[in-house]
């Protein structure tokens, strides 16, 4: 029984993963390039989040929209310093550029928002529903309601609407795109900003999970999303949603196992583990 | 309807054009013939400005387009069929075809659809294939695709680099049969060809380009019977 405990706090804790590669996976497809700025765009989403409660009272529903919001207009900063002007230029270059902006993000918000840990409100305090002798918290259904329904959301957008068309044109062949008509920097800048959204949500459902925000918190966040999309297979998103689902399953059966000081160990593990069976991840196609 | 002066393309310290001037007049087919690395495709590709120029200028009906986006460049009419089937692998053929007319706003659904119906009509393999994915076809049906892609837009100038490469004769001959009809509905075409005896066949100019310039023009018949033409491209 406590290993099925175990294994639901997983999946919940894995969907908040998934969602955040999700958005990675996204960014890394529009713009053909990892970024090292996530992590900090999801500690941007969370402490949004966190201000939202204090400023307009608890509605977890608005402060997501808020996060959203927050974190995708951190994107267009993003985008503007670290990509837009170095279109042309080595690749590398905005590779660098967004771990200057790492570096700056959390910088920036320890002196604003102060360096310490800050606590979020509880929503569903101690309310769960008991499936035979397993007990499966509110907050954690709401989780991975809210990751499964944004996933759907995304995917009809990507599938059905005009913009997701473009979105994965650009993603394929940005020439190509271009040579049907399609404008790949407005493209591109609208996918990056949709990615990062997804963060700032992943960030808030993080920080509420844990019941604190903290400016430093996008270091490990930001690894572990890419670290879902690449073992789910580059650039696939429903490779990167079930990449973050297994890490967080492994993660939480491993220190179900062991001692809770070797969370990170699991996760890493795995991953190295399967990179060196399929070199190519999960999902992904070889050659990609 | 088309007007390049005085190009001069640059990559690096490597002069890939320099000084190509050439026009382009309504329904016309005209070819660009010439060796590897003559300056062909980047011809094309300054053409849809997909890379720098150094300097010269591009006039499409009296309008400058040498500093325009591509995308504005292609809602203006003019599509470029590029060298290697730039289609997109992972969306299904009908996608694909959807995706050449995505930017046009204007044109309702069933317009598209009909475009969509019509391209099957011209190219029955390709309806055969229409829920696979792009990079499941084989290259002369990715050919055909890319082709089709661009005839989407009903462009007024159909640009198309190598549409030949790669390709077994039998299909080769049913694209330039279909460039003729495509002539005939009005619209111009700029094409490039390695097969220079095909091209030239079909096209009522032509230029030769060599080393970045060119280096003779005239209609596709005297450039056929050209003793230079004939010894460097036809192989005569």
Known sequence: MYLLEQLINGICQGSIYALMAIGYAVIYGVVGLVTFTYGEIIMMGSFSAFYYFILFGDNLFFALIAGFITAAVVGIVVHKVCYQRFLDAPRYISLICTIGMSMFLKNFATIVFGSEMKGMPAFFAGKFIEIGTIRVGYMQLLIIGVVIALSLVLTIYLKKTRMGMKLRAVSQDKKAAALVGINVKTTTLIGNCIGCGLGGVAGILLGVYYNSVLPTMGGMAGLKAFSSMVLGGLGSISGAAIGGVLIGVVENLGIALTSSGLRDVFAFLLLVLVLVIRPQGLFGKKGN | ?236
Request: glycine share 10%.
């Open chain 2, 1 to 236: 309807m088309l007007k390049v002066d005085n190009l001069v393309v640059n990559y690096g310290y490597i002069q890939a054009l320099r000084d190509v001037s050439l026009e382009i007049k309504e329904n016309e087919i005209i070819t660009l013939i010439g060796g590897n690395g003559a300056g062909k495709s980047s011809t094309l590709m300054a053409i849809s400005n997909l890379v720098k120029k150094t300097s010269g200028t591009v006039t499409f009906d009296g309008r400058d387009i040498s500093r325009m986006d591509p995308d504005k460049i292609v809602s203006l009419g003019i599509a470029h069929v590029p060298e290697g089937r730039n289609i997109f692998k992972k969306l299904s053929v009908e996608e694909n075809l959807l995706i050449g007319t995505i930017t046009n706003k204007k044109i309702s659904k069933k317009e598209i659809n009909d475009r969509v119906e019509e391209m099957f009509v011209i190219f029955p393999r390709l309806k055969e294939r229409r829920k696979k994915s792009g990079g499941s076809l084989s290259g002369g049906e990715q050919q055909m695709l890319a082709i089709a892609r661009g005839l989407m837009l009903k462009p007024r100038l159909l640009m198309m680099d190598e549409p030949s490469l790669g390709l077994a004769p039998i299909i080769v001959e049913e694209i330039f049969e279909l460039m003729e009809d495509v002539k005939k509905s009005g619209m111009t075409i700029l094409l490039i060809e390695q097969n220079a005896m095909l091209a030239l066949n079909v096209a009522d100019r032509g230029y030769v380009l060599q080393n970045g310039e060119i280096v003779l023009t005239g209609t596709g018949k005297e450039l056929l019977d050209n003793p230079e033409v004939k010894k460097a491209y036809l192989g005569i």
